[in-house]
């Protein structure tokens, strides 16, 4: 598992494993506050934050609270297909 002082690669994709400790099935597991598992080359990385809807994806919107919670990263998460779903971070400033 990857810690959060690892770094993640912008502009690639992740592929996601698990919503809240379940398999996602749609775009519509992806609501509100969540923690995602991710994997990209055999390594997990956990990431939680809120998520919103676009017009062609969703967003999930990292937080950091020891920082009065300013958002650290946003991750577009978008679907391949019926069962795999992808989150490509993108720095926030």
């Known amino acids: 598992m ?4 690892e770094p993640v690669e912008s502009g690639q ?3 996601i494993t698990h ?3 379940r398999e ?11 923690h995602l ?11 939680e934050g809120a998520v919103t809807r676009t ?10 609270l020891a920082l009065q919670d300013r958002d650290i ?3 577009t998460i978008t679907g391949r297909d019926n069962s795999s779903f ?8």
């Open 2 to 5: 990857a810690s959060a002082a």
């Open 24 to 34: 996602p099935e749609s775009l519509d597991d992806f609501t509100g506050d969540v």
């Open 19 to 21: 919503v809240d400790g």
């Open 55 to 64: 017009a062609d994806s969703l967003r999930l919107c990292k937080k950091d």
């Open 37 to 47: 598992t991710l994997v990209r080359n055999g390594q997990q990385l956990h990431v």
């Open 73 to 75: 990263r946003v991750w």
């Open 86 to 93: 992808l989150a490509t971070p993108h720095a926030a400033f």
């Open 13 to 15: 994709s992740y592929t």
